[in-house]
């Protein structure tokens, strides 16, 4: 899947979590995370982040996450989210 603007998902709403996707000019990915519990959750996130993105075989975006205490399923929801919002794809709710 191709990212072709940047997009945002969630909200800064306890339990939740904000994704922000932004193209950047290398083939990797790269985290940036705020969070309470960064030093306790730091590499969970980025692992859920990371392998969301995989996934999706996304490649050279930046991904803000604003933390809030969100669980993992929501975490890879607002990451999936995001990548769609960012490729412009319509979603076949039905195929899922």
């Given at each position: 899947m191709k990212i072709n603007r940047?997009?945002?998902?969630?909200?800064?709403?306890?339990?939740?979590?904000?994704?922000t996707i932004v193209v950047n000019d290398s083939n990797k990915n790269n985290i940036v995370l705020?969070?309470?519990?960064?030093?306790?959750?730091?590499?969970e996130i980025?692992?859920?982040?990371?392998?969301?993105?995989k996934k999706?075989?996304?490649?050279?975006?930046t991904v803000?996450?604003?933390d809030k205490g969100a669980l993992n399923c929501t975490i890879a929801a607002r990451v999936q989210t995001a990548?769609?919002?960012a490729?412009?794809?319509e979603i076949d709710w039905e195929a899922l």
């Amino acid at each position: 899947m191709k990212i072709n603007r940047n997009a945002v998902a969630g909200t800064l709403e306890s339990s939740d979590i904000q994704i922000t996707i932004v193209v950047n000019d290398s083939n990797k990915n790269n985290i940036v995370l705020e969070s309470p519990v960064k030093h306790l959750f730091e590499e969970e996130i980025e692992a859920v982040i990371h392998e969301t993105l995989k996934k999706h075989h996304i490649s050279g975006v930046t991904v803000k996450a604003i933390d809030k205490g969100a669980l993992n399923c929501t975490i890879a929801a607002r990451v999936q989210t995001a990548i769609y919002r960012a490729s412009g794809n319509e979603i076949d709710w039905e195929a899922l």
